[in-house]
């Protein structure tokens, strides 16, 4: 066996080693302890409180709160609503990735374009997201498109700017050395750009879904 043989088999039993440890992870062997000690404080400091002021308006009790939690998540009148809600942010966010991954995209790889397109990105952010309901109303109408069109909104800057910095993230040497092998640009933004850039993206889509349920009006 060559040392290249040796070198590929250490590298496949190291990859199932860190693999066997995500899994204990996983199975509870690294639990951390600390989240339920803080839970049954909080538990036991609400009750208390709540008791104290025995005021059920102004602060209801855990057990009441539970109840009625309870009580939500098994109305089908909530529930539908609750459906409603998410099936906005996600079109909301949808849009978003559409618009805001290839502008990102583009910003991300050409210098040029992100100095043309900064200032116009960074005005527009600055807009506080509620100065544009009225002409979301204007354009949209009433029903789901104010609030579709708000939530993509809050959201697109989020993917832009994440797409860019795990665009700007990718090690340059990956260029050079798909230039060097005849890729065009079209193969470098499908095969080093685009799969490099995953983490920002994911990034920016997580936390353009987060900004998306604060919208929601």
Request: aromatic letters at 10%; hydrophobic letters at 50%.
């Amino acid at each position: 066996m060559n040392i290249e043989e040796k070198e590929v088999k250490r590298m496949i039993h190291s990859t199932k080693m860190k693999d066997r440890r995500q899994w204990k992870k996983l199975n509870g062997k690294d639990i951390n302890i600390y989240t339920p000690i803080a839970l049954i404080i909080i538990a036991i400091i609400w009750t208390v409180a709540a008791n104290a002021v025995n005021q059920p308006f102004l602060f209801p009790t855990l057990t009441s709160v539970m109840e009625k939690f309870v009580e939500s998540i098994t109305d089908l009148y909530v529930l539908r609503n609750i459906g409603i809600t998410m099936r906005r942010v996600l079109t909301g966010a949808f849009y978003a990735l559409i618009l805001g991954l290839p502008i990102g995209m583009i910003m991300g790889y050409s210098k040029t374009m992100l100095r043309a397109l900064a200032p116009f990105i960074n005005s527009l952010r600055q807009v506080p997201i509620m100065a544009w309901v009225p002409l979301s109303i204007i354009w949209f109408g009433l029903g789901d498109g104010p609030t579709i069109f708000m939530i993509a909104f809050s959201g697109i800057f989020t993917i832009i700017l994440n797409t860019i910095a795990g665009v700007q993230d990718i090690d340059r040497d990956y260029y050079h050395a798909a230039r060097s092998m005849g890729a065009k640009t079209s193969d470098i933004i499908k095969d080093v750009v685009l799969p490099g850039s995953l983490p920002g993206i994911i990034t920016g889509i997580r936390l353009a879904i987060g900004m998306g349920w604060m919208s929601v009006i």
